[in-house]
């Protein structure tokens, strides 16, 4: 055991008295306001033991390492990657949380271990430093008080023997502490800080909160409602904030912006405990909104990373009035799997499926992905545009290496290049798939290795083929968009700020095919996915339905051609019998008249898709072939040579209708049973003819001599 030193012995409760004003020095962590009031009790009064655990591991894996000649306190072994076992999200929170403020003030806890000669210690092995460094800061900031349980908890022995330890000693560690205060003329052990921790630690705990609507359980105007009683107010922007105040995302339609200040109160709010609003970066936000702006009705998307699980359930909301399927991939743990599906059960989440390969495992050609067009790309990138690290490893279960990037203010270049080059990799990958017309790719780093170099670099490998169409740049598309630079750049930037963490997103779209046509459903669906429709739902189609219809249609079209043309040849000669006019024109002209004014009338019956290319025999209405039922004097064509009739068909380019009259019969008879006029109802023959062949033998045979018309009809006028 160190010897204590007599100047200090006499000075014991004068320093102890003196460490009583500590409380100003608790670093203020914006996350301590997150959890309930029962939660805060606990953190006053020390934390469990397994908590300690965790955190002296977590800190074993990030503390800095010092060059040999000026290591004075050894650390132990940490080549291997710790076991981690969280009891709950609290749990694993405040492990994260201790670790993290252990690894920026280790200079400081570290001088005062030795200038208290509380190490070494020959009864502290060098693997239990860790937990020494992390108890050690919780005891200051507890103004070393003894820690109190209040739930019993199966102890674990080195932790009560770490803290039996370091307590006999509280006196000499708060002299020690307040030297370090002297000797940096420290009001706080904050104010010992370098400059750019400070700067991201204020920035971080002012960041607005942003939430997104869970529309599965509660509509847009409800949560105004709701938070109307509650006693918020809505405000046009951030800049309007004042307490109880919100406002809606300039970019995303369904997210709303709270102030930071109001966190604990928010969570504590119905809405929120009943998973109606969702906390989580406006990043993640934006990357789910440009993927259902390329999304049409069933298109299925292909989540490549499963660390995100509320950027998930953020893609099942925005999907549900469509048939899509969202696949997650790297669900590998049974653990892991149960938490996704308990959390997609809170929500509401039907249509996500779980892939226990990693996306990189998972072949162009799995029968389970032929229906996705849209990829997600999530990578794992060194996060140091975010504004608190430990929300970011938490809700993206990234690296906790980010703490100490973090805390250096910058990643090493080998770590940057391992980076790049596996998402690069991943990438690529995603561009292999034939069927996938479009990849989303989001990150939250500052640096260009991890963002436009490695999208570049994709796009120039070409891994994608010669067989399919290449890939580009496009901007992304918002449903709102206000002062963004999303409509004039191809990637859509945001740098770190005092309202906003960093966002990187590109989005690679196949080229169009200049022969591809959009039918009606897809044009509608990307434009409510845009926000184009202003409320108005797209129902779903089915292929019966479709069949339905198109049979209707059909058979629509060939009454009004059948009937419609009988009614009118009847009415023609009605009228002719009726009106002795003579006329003066040749049958031929007649024809050449009437042509366009059929063209035109005809139209009205039935209506052509167009097309670019020439339109084949099996591309018609199966009505507009059989055309030789509209008249018996269409049989007579019939009867013509098949070899005539095929390179007439093989001519045919656009097809108009055209009507021939033929003269009817001098004298009317009248009906045995009536003075009705009836007179042959076959003097018309109808069918559909190429533009270019009006004269080139397409017209039937002439009549028989036997007919010998003395009055020549002219045109109907009316028509």
């Known amino acids: 055991m160190p010897s204590s030193k007599s100047n200090f012995v006499s000075l014991d409760e004068d320093v102890v008295n003196d460490i009583s004003d500590l409380s100003e020095m608790k670093i203020s962590d914006e996350k301590g306001s997150t959890e309930k009031s029962t939660m805060t009790l606990i953190e006053k009064n020390g934390y469990h033991d397994s908590i300690y655990i965790n955190a002296a591991k977590i800190f074993q894996g990030i503390h800095n390492k010092k060059p040999q000649d000026r290591i004075l ?23 994260y949380e201790l670790a993290f403020s252990a690894l920026k003030y280790q200079d400081l806890l570290e001088k005062i271990l030795l200038d208290s000669c509380v190490y070494p210690c020959q009864l502290i092995p060098d693997e239990l430093t860790s937990l020494l460094v992390v108890m050690l800061y919780d005891l200051q900031d507890r ?66 909160l942003y939430a997104w609507i869970n529309t599965f359980k509660i509509s847009l105007q409800d949560v105004f409602s ?64 440009s993927v259902h702006a390329l999304l049409n009705t069933d298109d299925d998307v292909v989540v490549a990373h499963m660390g995100s699980r509320l950027t998930i359930a953020h893609m099942s909301v925005l999907v549900n009035h469509s048939v899509s399927r969202i696949f997650v ?55 140091v545009g975010v504004g608190n690290p430990i929300e970011f490893i938490l809700n993206e279960h990234g690296d906790a290496g980010l703490l ?62 010669n067989k399919v169409q290449p890939y580009r740049l496009v901007p992304p598309v918002f449903p709102i968009c206000s002062n963004s630079k999303a409509s004039t750049e191809f990637f859509f930037k945001m740098e770190p700020s ?37 409320g108005i739902v797209v129902e779903k189609s089915k292929k019966e339905e479709k069949k339905k219809k198109k049979l209707k249609m059909t058979q629509h079209a060939s009454n009004i051609i059948g009937n419609g043309v009988e009614t009118k040849i009847e009415e023609f000669l009605h009228h002719e019998a009726l009106s002795n006019i003579h006329a003066e024109d040749s049958v031929s002209k007649a024809v050449s008249n009437t042509e366009q004014k059929t063209v035109n009338k005809t139209n009205s019956y039935v209506q052509l898709k167009k097309a670019t290319n020439p339109v084949s025999d099996s591309a018609l209405p199966k009505v507009l072939k059989r055309t030789s039922n509209l008249s018996s004097i269409g049989k007579v064509y019939e009867r013509q040579p098949l070899t005539r009739k095929a390179r007439a068909e093989h001519r ?50 002439p009549l028989s001599k036997a007919v010998k018309p003395t009055v020549v009809k002219q045109p109907r006028p009316w028509l």
Not at 693 to 699: A, H, N, V, Y
Request: proline share 5%; glycine share 4%.
């Open 143 to 208: 103004k070393f008080q003894a820690r109190e349980i209040v739930d019993e908890e199966e102890p674990v022995a080195e932790v009560r023997k770490i803290e039996h330890y370091l307590y006999s000693f509280k006196t000499k560690l708060a002299a020690a502490l307040a030297r370090c205060r002297i000797k940096h003329d420290a009001l706080s052990i904050e104010c010992i800080l370098p400059e750019t921790i400070r700067k991201q630690e204020q920035r971080a705990s002012a960041l607005p």
């Open 226 to 289: 709701n938070l109307k009683k509650k006693g918020f107010t809505r405000v046009e922007s951030v800049s309007d904030f004042n307490h109880y105040t919100y406002c809606m995302d300039q970019h995303c339609h369904d997210v709303l912006v709270f102030p930071s200040s109001l966190k604990e109160e928010l969570l504590n709010l119905d809405l929120f405990a009943d998973y109606k609003l969702l906390l989580q970066d406006k990043s993640r936000s934006l990357a789910v909104h």
């Open 329 to 383: 991939c790297g669900v590998k743990s049974p653990g892991k799997e149960a938490e996704l599906r308990n959390l997609f059960r809170h929500v509401g989440c039907e249509n996500i499926q779980l892939l226990h390969e990693d996306f990189t495992e998972i072949g162009p050609t799995d029968q389970r992905l032929q229906k996705a067009k849209v990829i997600l790309l999530l990578p794992q990138c060194s996060g």
């Open 652 to 701: 045919v380019v656009v097809l108009k209708p055209v009507e021939i009259v033929l003269p009817p019969v001098i004298v009317p008879y009248l009906c045995p049973q009536g003075s009705r006029l009836r007179m042959p109802t076959h003097h018309c023959w109808h069918d559909w003819i190429g533009a270019k062949s009006l004269s080139g033998g397409i017209f039937p045979p």
């Open 73 to 95: 306190v050894r650390y132990g072994d940490d080549s291997s990657s710790p076991m981690l076992t969280f009891k709950d999200e609290y749990s694993q929170r405040v492990s």
């Open 404 to 465: 100490r990037d973090l805390f250096q203010g910058s990643v090493s270049e080998d770590k940057l290049s391992i980076l790049a080059e596996r998402q690069l990799k991943e990438l690529m990958h995603a561009m292999k798939f034939n069927k996938v017309q479009a990849i989303v790719y989001c990150t939250s780093s500052v640096y260009p290795e991890e963002n436009e170099l490695v999208v570049n670099k994709a796009l120039e490998s070409r891994v994608e083929g």
């Open 498 to 534: 005092e309202i906003s963490n960093c966002c990187f997103l590109a989005i690679l779209e196949r080229e169009k095919d200049s022969s591809e046509n959009l039918s009606v459903k897809d044009i509608l669906a990307r434009a409510a996915a845009k926000g184009l429709l202003d």
